[in-house]
């Protein structure tokens, strides 16, 4: 991104995010949290047999070149979530860039650039400490080899917190991740979807935000640029892109990421035969987990949405699941016929209308 066009201060950003992954500002933990957890080797090895096993267990192929799991750090994390985060904004930047003209100037730019900063450094840095793994997928940008990522210091601290078995923890984790792989390698349509529509979103974001409201927050960051923290932490500066007209593509992307987060919940159950006994268990533990929020963790876990993450993983699992249980297993297939074959947010809550039009 160019200097000109950089609006949001993401040196800043990376400095919040490092700090607040780490432990930094009351959050906990350290980086000895890693010292009883997995190493790379293993790592990669439980992906190579997880990859088979969903590829059998889903009919969807072998993947032929599957990328290498890669065991990295919150704080390595973090910083490539902002990168990816950095060219996603790229249009709402170089459109805030010709908003702030006159009075405003260099310096209320800079405060809000700061606050904005500060916004996705705490949102990216804490969900840098919950993360376990990732499909890193390019959905912005130029295009460039997935990676399949998983965060050391969490997958320690969960398998402890869970007090599950090292190697069937792992091997279950890597169940959900690879069912990833084997979807967006194996549905040829599925990754230019998402990126299709995330672009669509972006775009009509950048198109249609509250220009006046961000220069509200320009001339209040002018009289008091701590304020402007505050504001970014309550979500102001995200409720600039509150545009009714792009609710079409954030439903229709969020029904899609809710099929792609339900069907990896399903496989990684289901399959888990292949694993060993004990994932029941697993897996009350992990929606207890997901589901535990408190204090200052709490409130940003609302203001980014976690919430709706935690939808995305319930409903596309029930869904899936009630697939399975009214017309067997082979309906999952007629998932990734094409995107008109994709099931709408109402046909999620209500498998029967969605398995009524796909036969029909």
């Known amino acids: 991104m160019s200097e000109r066009a950089s609006f949001v201060d993401w040196t800043l950003a990376t400095r919040i995010a490092g700090g607040i992954s780490e432990g930094v500002g009351g959050f906990g933990g ?7 957890g ?19 267990h889903t009919d969807l192929g072998v993947v032929e070149d599957p990328p290498v799991a890669e065991l990295i750090g919150r704080r390595e994390w973090a910083t490539n979530a902002l990168a990816t985060l950095a060219l996603a904004s790229e249009p709402l930047e170089q459109r805030i860039g010709g908003e702030l003209p006159g009075p405003l100037g260099s310096l209320a730019r800079r405060a809000l650039g700061a606050g904005a900063a500060a916004e996705a450094g705490v949102a990216v840095g804490y969900v840098a400490r919950r993360v376990l793994g990732q499909y890193d997928l390019a959905l912005f940008g130029p295009r460039r080899p997935a990676r399949l990522l998983f965060v050391a210091e969490n997958m320690a601290a969960a398998r402890r917190e869970l007090d599950a078995d090292p190697d069937l923890f792992l091997r279950w984790i890597a169940l959900h991740e690879t069912t990833h792989v084997v979807q967006l390698e194996r549905v040829p349509w599925l990754a230019d979807h998402l990126r299709e529509l995330a672009g669509e979103l972006l775009g009509g974001a950048a198109r249609g935000f509250d220009a006046e409201r961000l220069q509200e927050l320009g001339r209040g ?16 500066l995200v409720r600039l892109l509150g545009d009714p007209a792009l609710r079409t593509a954030l439903d229709r992307l969020q029904a899609t990421m809710s ?6 919940e399903h496989v990684m159950d289901t399959a888990a035969a292949e694993v060993g006994p004990g994932v029941d268990q697993l897996r009350a533990g992990l929606e207890q987990r997901r589901s535990r929020r408190s204090g200052l963790g709490g409130v940003i876990g609302r203001l980014l949405g976690i919430e709706l993450k935690l939808q995305q993983y319930r409903l596309g699992k029930a869904f899936c ?17 094409s995107e008109a074959d994709l099931p709408s947010l109402t046909e999620l809550e209500q498998p029967q209308l969605w398995l009524a039009r796909v036969h029909a």
Not at 221 to 233: I, K
């Open 30 to 36: 350290g980086r000895d949290e890693q010292a009883d």
């Open 38 to 56: 997995y190493t790379q080797p293993e790592v990669a090895a439980a992906c190579t047999e997880s990859i088979a096993v969903v590829a059998a």
């Open 221 to 236: 960051a002018l009289r008091n640029p701590r304020a402007l923290v505050g504001a970014a932490l309550r979500g102001e």
């Open 259 to 264: 099929v792609i987060e339900g069907h990896a």
């Open 321 to 337: 699941d009630a697939l399975v249980a009214s017309a067997g297993p082979a309906a999952l297939g007629l998932l990734w016929r």
